[in-house]
């Protein structure tokens, strides 16, 4: 059975535009015909066409000269496949699509061509027999001629002749191509035939194939010779069926209409009256006996499958089955499956053989047909198995049984994964059916040769169009694409690959992922154009693009399908400009070829390396992505994070509307871009990564030994979730850890820097090995000798390093280099890529790539890496002293002052100052580098000569200028590297754009320092001295908050976003300059709450609803009011101005929406439906639709214009307090006071995500102006950030201090404003989603902090939930620990020093492995109790923690049994502690006591008493002779170890003492309070020996430590850090002053004096004085001023250049009035 072309519909071109494939044209003429024949029938007369089809129509019928384009084009294709030699089959699919739609004339010529081809030809193409079959097939009433067919079958004939002997293929297509015809001749009534020339001949040469050992040509045979037998015959069978049915018709495209109509009912009656016509021929009952018996006899003669074929067919005379089968045909073609199946299921001739074999074939090719749908497919699968089962409704011939096994055989080799699947479960079920006969029957055709031929479905599916490409005059593109394919697919599987994981942008929570390939495949489908991907250095960007493209690569075959392009970014110049035509021609592609992909294809562009190519342009809109005559694409860019400013969004988003973009709702330009962030490497990714890269690399190390290394090696496994780090590590791993050397793996350290160390050196070692082998010219084999002498890794380091070095100082960075020896032979390319051969041996070996003429690391990252070895190389410096006494790495004690200590020798300094002098670091600023200076600062934590070098840049810019680029690099890098400068002497520095982002300066000098826009995000610079700084242009990362008069209910920026207006609960509206936040307008009139408040689109107008029932509007310059609306009769709670600005909607208590005229304040329609007070009201963007939400738990929807209820949404569980409609129409937001914010699709009323995270009511929700985002405000006093289409949580903005009523966003989108009940209106940073960065500290209050036994390690629990630890030296955090649920209580170290328990409220105690970080027990305690705090017992054997039922346990260390239970105190338990033998335990409780026992029985000892309150802490003496306690009482009391006496009460405190600490000696205790003091204290005396009491917050606990360094307190408390107290002793005296701070998440100014302090802007200065600076900056500038400066100079430029025309002599006298001007 051949399939007829069918006609598909396609997009509609424009006029003048290049059809993109045959059909397309094929579905224009059709149309045309349409109009041609019925004018009317695109005025919507043919109710089959569509609007764009009737539109597309009345356009052509006013274009003539595109209609002769039409018909022009059909004239050139039909020559053009007249003029093809080679006539392949893709090219005969291609002309016969145009088959139906041809015009007389032509399909006369075509036909003609055809009959001619084959007769010509010396060897038979199949090809245009089939082509034949079809071109036949879809011939329209009267088109076909008698003797046409008459002179297809003479050629036929001759070449049946002539073929015989030839294989059984040739006869089959030939027998095939001659019942084809015969058909036709049947069909259209052709008579006349020659019985001598044509019909005996075919006759008898027909019958003469049925002893052919093939049964499929036996069969086609048949069928033939019961074509012929109709031909004579006054009247078509197929005709004479009809005429039964009252149908008339005429050729074949007659067939094809009728049957569609037709009554399969009637059509059988037909059947029946042919078979009475033809039974004396062949009798039904012969036939149905035939059937029965078929089985029985076959098993006994053993007749095959061949045998009992020719037994069933007959070629002597006609039979019903050929009529049958016809039909059977029609209702294929038409798609009437119900039909087909009747009509073989009730045919008369259904028992005959010929029949079924027919319609088993013809199942067969149905399923084989990739045109049809699945479904169609599987359907027809079932139906051959129910013909194969079914024994009662078919019949047991065996022949029939075996052609089914046999065509499912073939079948599942179909090219479709679910049809073979299908065929296969089909196959198994059939082997086991039926009786032993049946399943030795299915096993004898399985021992079979299969079947020669395939199943026919015609010609092949048509998939491009190289005719129609030729008669267009347009470039060939397929084979150069096909060849781009081969070329990108090539490489795949060489690499391992792990798919990653992503979060939805920046802001979002690290645990909403998803799984970034599933997200991308999503934006490829839906409507977005751009796609940002994000993610640090070496996160797999480069890696994921390279997979996408392949995969998207597999699935590109059809012309249709978007073409993926790969395009590294650094590698095209001005990519800003003609971006994809440049990449084509680097791919060898023409102009012309390119002109022709710009017009007919579609792309995805993935581009790699935004931030390489040091971009700042738009390239999807520089390129005219999607404009007319443009390129049409969808472009995902990939960029790190860390290269973006804040914001980078509109760098990435399209910015206009494409031209082709469908009807609906049109979404803003900025919401057709879509962001993802790629996730760090999961454990389970990273085991899976080293099992694929053992088994691809075949390293000497196993999985085992890597999966070991991870588990053991400190911070190792947090190393290498950056995919490139993992790769990295996993090839230098063997070298780094030596397994045979390291016992203990966890005293193994790895750094970031170190393992690129080793990586270079490793790859220079193979690249040694690898050119050594290689067969050189003696001249190249002395160059290597010579490299190898001076060490050739030595030789490769420097080449790596100073390339990388000329990268950034003459190309700025751009990581490509090109070469050309012509044209850069005198340039600084030569030294490097000249033909040398010791540079052609290195850069064999170095880790560089090339392409053509461009040059490049191999990774972004390493040539960073060589950049900073260039910077300073440990190796160079190795035989240079240190230069800082003591130094250890990441010490912050040296950086009191630069001048103090005593220094290395004069000679050394000098060689170290030229250094620095001579650094890179002087060339450029590489602030804005973030992975150099990362790479730097490692150095810098490791190598006290480099930190010194970097201090004497920072202390050179003082007295040079010149220097201040290296001082601006300098402290941007040890600021990063974690060093802190507290107390430091800065005076004078300079250091311009220093990025200076989680910096500590406390007590910092930095008077008269050139600060400049410095970015002092989250830095602290508490009591540091910066009076006479220039701070112009500072970012401090945050915004002052506005202290206002009232509570705040509501606020709205204009749309210009100028001003501010704030409504207040006493009835007042204030409106503000956004830009200064000065109040410039007061707005009265409401007697009551303003509710809400909103601008008109245009920004004249001020719509204010109010408690006192009213809507006012008010004029948005004067402040006037212009009109108040009264009609409702409960408080106003919403207002809304609609998109026109003619009409405004309000919600009210009463229950209902009202809307007015805006213009006349007129009330118009009342929306009732709410059952309770109605909160809020917006319109649609488009202004079509309105929707409220209610108290009653509802959201109802309106139409704007007939007022007529849409749908309600349901969901929420309690009253939904607000609404907002996202910019591009598509989604509603609604937040409840069930806690959560709801997202439902504003067409279709589904819901979407639910955002969990609030925990009070919601009072506001806002959308960004990108839609992007959702922003929620509620009474938990919390301002939190989503990604609207994925509900990710992103961060939570605290500092309200009572319930936040409203939120809004600015229009540029940059901006939050939110207002509450505390009187205060604050900005946050929608582009950081907080008003500061993200500290690396705790965020939440410190409750417990511990010292390791070795006191170089710090442990704090804080309410964060987290454990972290802390290098006490440098106060580094070097882990955190995660894993409790709720606030941690308590930490203590194992007296080992390797293990640390901690306690929590979420009632477990955990014990972690300090080295790995890994939690290696957890306890669970029964009941409701959680352990209050924790200790380990001297010997490290038992574990003491209080209980919050009152009671201290003792526990096995070991295997966490409850050894003893101890009960006594009556209150709360809050600190137990084991005196230094372990031979006793004291604890103290909120019942105002401290309690002794023996921890090996439980026995209770003393008791002590005398605190008038509760007890906080109790601590040991060194010597266990003395026991000190602190109180709520504000006491500490210091006792008797063995006879519970009170020996002294130390008083001073003016709060509860927290916590309290002895030195090591024993001699001095340190206590700290909530009167955010810390004292020392004498033990003997009991006099207090210093007081610190400018503390930042309270203080919860305080260790003592000593260590080389010297003596120290650590404290933690209330502002969520982390401080280390330097305790000195100066004739005398005490000191307690600052050492280091752990960072916090916001800014710390207080005390800071900013004396005189210039530059600083009106909102900065603001910003300050909030947070308690000291001192009064100079002013800023007025405009007036700032306006007669600029005219001043001005002046003086011009005057200086009508005089420049002057002699030089005339201008000198102008030198010192140049001066002026010079800033």
Known sequence: MDIVVRLTKTELPKADVPFATTPQLVYCLELLAKIQSSPQAASGADATLDENERYWMRSMMQDIDEQQRLHSIETKLIAEFIDDDLKEASTVAEIVCLGPVLKQPHY?????????????????????????????????????????????????????????????????????????????????????????????????????LKDNSDPYLVYHAAYAYQALQYVPDDESPLQSVLRRTRTVIGGISGLVSAVKGLDVNQFLEGLDQ???????????????????????????????????????????????????????????????????????????????????????????????????????????????????????????????????????????????????????????????????EKQALYQSCQDETPCLYPLDVGLPPLVHSPLLTRAQDIPDVEDDLRRLKKLRLADRGR??????????????????LFKLMENVKEFLKSDRRAYLLLGDSGSGKS???????????????????????HIHLPSIDRPEQDLVAKHLRRNDFTEPQIRELRTTRRFILICDGYDECQQVYNLYTSNNLNETGQWSAKMITSCRSEHLGQDYKDRFQPAHQPADRTPGPTPSGANELQEAVIAPFSKEQIHDYIYRYVALAKPTWRAKSYLEALEQVPNLMDLIKNPFLLTLSLSVLPRVVDVDKIQDLSDAKVTRVGLYDRFVEHWLERGKRRVGSKDLSQQARTAFETLVDE????????????????????????????????????????????????????????????????????????????????????????????????????????????????????????????????????????????????????????????????????????????ARTAATNAITILVRSGM??????????????????????????????????????????????????????????????????????????????????????????????????????????????????????????????????????????TGACDRTLSGHTGGVNGVAYSPSGQQIASASDDKTVRLWDSETGTSGQTLSGHTSVVYGVVYSPSGHQIVSCSADKTIRTWNAETYAPGFTLSGHTKSITCLAYSPDGRQIASGSSDETVRIWEAQTGAQGPVLRGHTNTIRSVAYSPSGQQVASASEDQTVRLWDSQTGAAGLTMNGHTYYIWSLAYSPSGHQIASG????????????????????????????????????????????????????????????????????????????????????SYDKTIRFWDV????????????????????????????????????????????????????????????????????????????????????????????????????????????????????????????????????????????????????????????????????RLWDVISGHCLATMDNVESTISSVVWIENSDGSFLVTGGGDWTIRSWRVTATEGEQHVRLHWRSPSASLFVKGAKIENAKGLSRINANLLAQRGVVGEPVPPPSIRTTGEKLMSIASTVSRLRMLSKQSVSDTSSLINQEHTIEE
């Open 1411 to 1574: 080295q790995t970080g890994a939690c290696v027990s957890t306890w669970d305690l029964s009941g409701d109790k959680f352990a209050t705090t924790v200790m380990y017992s001297p010997d490290g054997l038992h574990i003491a923690s209080g209980i919050d039922d009152n009671t201290v346990r003792v526990w096995n260390a070991e295997t966490g049994a409850c050894d003893i239970t101890m009960s006594g105190h009556t209150s709360f338990i809050t600190s137990v502690s084991y005196s230094p033998n372990g031979h006793q335990l004291a604890s103290g409780s909120q019942d105002k006591t401290v309690r002794l026992w023996d921890p090996e029985t439980g026995a209770p000892g003393p008791i002590l008493s005398g605190h008038t309150d509760a007890v906080r802490t109790v601590v040991y003496s060194p010597s266990g002779q003395q026991i000190a306690s602190g109180g709520e009482d504000r006491t500490i009391r210091l006792w008797d170890a063995q006879t519970g006496a009170c020996s002294q009460t130390l008083s001073g405190h003016k709060d509860r003492v927290m916590s309290v600490a002895y030195s090591s000696s024993g001699n001095q205790l340190a206590s700290v309070s909530e009167d955010r003091t810390i």
């Open 495 to 512: 690499a391992v690959y792990i798919p990653p994981q992503a979060k939805a942008n920046l802001q979002a929570s690290d645990k909403a």
């Open 791 to 962: 060490g050739f890794i030595a030789n490769g380091i420097d080449f790596l390093k100073r390339l990388a070095a000329a990268i950034y100082k003459e190309q700025g960075g751009h990581p490509v280099v090109e070469y050309s020896r012509f044209k850069d032979a005198d340039t600084w390319k030569s030294e490097f890529f000249s033909r040398d051969d010791e540079n052609r041996l290195l850069r064999e070996a170095c880790p560089l790539a090339r392409s053509g003429n461009q040059h490049r690391f191999i990774h972004r990252s390493l040539l960073e890496y060589c950049f900073a070895r260039a910077v300073f190389d440990p190796q160079e410096n190795k035989a240079v002293p240190p230069a800082v006494n003591g130094g250890r790495r990441g010490s912050v004690s040296s950086v009191y002052s630069f001048e103090e200590r005593a220094g290395p020798t004069e000679n050394s300094d000098f060689g170290i100052e030229q250094a620095a002098a001579d650094s890179p670091l002087s060339w450029r600023s590489f602030v804005e580098y973030p992975s150099i200076v990362q790479f730097l600062a490692e150095r810098a934590q490791q190598e006290p000569l480099f930190k010194k070098q970097l201090l004497m840049m920072i202390e050179r810019s003082k007295i040079d200028q010149a």
């Open 980 to 1117: 802190q400068f507290n107390w430091a002497d800065l005076r004078g520095i300079r250091i311009p754009s220093a990025d200076l982002n989680g910096g500590i300066f406390e007590h910092a000098q930095l008077q008269g320092a050139d600060m400049r826009r410095v970015n002092f995000r989250n830095v602290c610079l508490r009591q540091a001295d910066l009076s006479d700084a220039n701070m112009q242009d500072a970012r401090f990362g945050e915004w002052p908050y506005l202290k206002l008069q009232a509570d705040i209910y509501c606020h709205a920026y204009s749309p210009d976003g100028k001003n501010c207006a704030v409504g207040f609960n006493d009835g007042k509206i204030s409106m503000y300059d956004t830009l200064t936040w000065d109040r410039v307008l007061v707005l009265s009139g409401h007697t009551d709450a303003v509710q809400d408040i909103e601008y008109a689109k245009n920004g004249l107008w001020i719509v204010s609803g109010s408690r006192d029932k009213t809507v006012r509007i008010w004029d948005a310059q």
């Open 543 to 565: 890696t994921f693009n390279r997979e996408l493209e392949c995969e998207l690569w597999m699935n590109c075959n059809q012309p249709e399908d978007p073409i993926p392009l």
């Open 1316 to 1399: 509450g009940w505390d009187k205060t209106m604050r900005l946050w940073d929608a582009r950081t989603g907080s008003s500061g960065p993200v500290s690396s500290g705790h965020s939440n209050y410190v409750l417990s902090v511990a010292n390791s036994p070795s006191n170089l390690q710090i442990a704090s629990g804080s309410a964060d939930s987290t454990v972290r630890l802390w290098d006490a030296r440098t106060g580094a955090c070097s882990s955190t620990l995660s894993g409790h649920t709720k606030a941690v209580r308590s930490v203590a170290y194992s007296p080992s020093g390797h293990q640390l328990a901690s306690t």
């Open 108 to 208: 006369r010529k075509l036909l003609g061509h055809f009959i001619d081809s084959i007769g010509r030809s010396t060897l038979l193409e199949f090809g245009l027999l089939n082509g034949l079959a079809q071109l036949l097939q879809c011939a329209r009433s009267g088109y076909l001629r008698q003797d046409d067919l008459v002179s297809i079958l003479c050629v036929l004939s001759d070449r049946l002749q002539r073929t015989h002997q030839q294989s059984s293929e040739d006869l089959y297509q030939l027998v095939k191509a001659v019942s084809n015809v015969l058909d036709a001749m049947a069909d259209s009534s052709v008579k006349g035939l020659s019985r001598e020339k044509i019909h005996e001949p075919l006759c008898a040469y027909l019958d003469g």
């Open 274 to 436: 042919i078979q009475e016509g033809l039974a004396g021929v062949y009798h039904l009952a012969v036939v149905g006996y035939q059937g029965v018996s078929a089985v029985a006899e076959l098993a006994n003669k053993g007749m095959g499958l061949l045998d009992s074929l020719k037994e069933g067919f007959s070629f002597s005379s006609k039979r019903a089955w050929y009529p049958a089968l016809r039909g059977s045909d029609e209702f294929i073609r038409n798609g009437q499956l119900s039909a087909f199946k009747k009509l073989v299921c009730e045919a008369p001739c259904r028992y005959d053989h010929a029949f079924l074999l027919g319609i088993c074939q013809r199942l067969g090719e149905v399923t084989a047909d990739p045109l049809r749908d699945l479904s169609t497919r599987q359907q027809a699968v079932d139906f051959l198995g129910e013909l194969y089962k079914n024994d009662v409704d078919w019949g047991n011939q065996a022949s029939i049984k075996k052609w089914i096994l046999t065509i499912l055989t073939r079948l599942s080799d179909v090219p479709n994964s679910e049809v073979q699947e299908h065929v296969q479960a089909l196959q198994k079920d059939l082997e086991k059916s039926g009786d032993a």
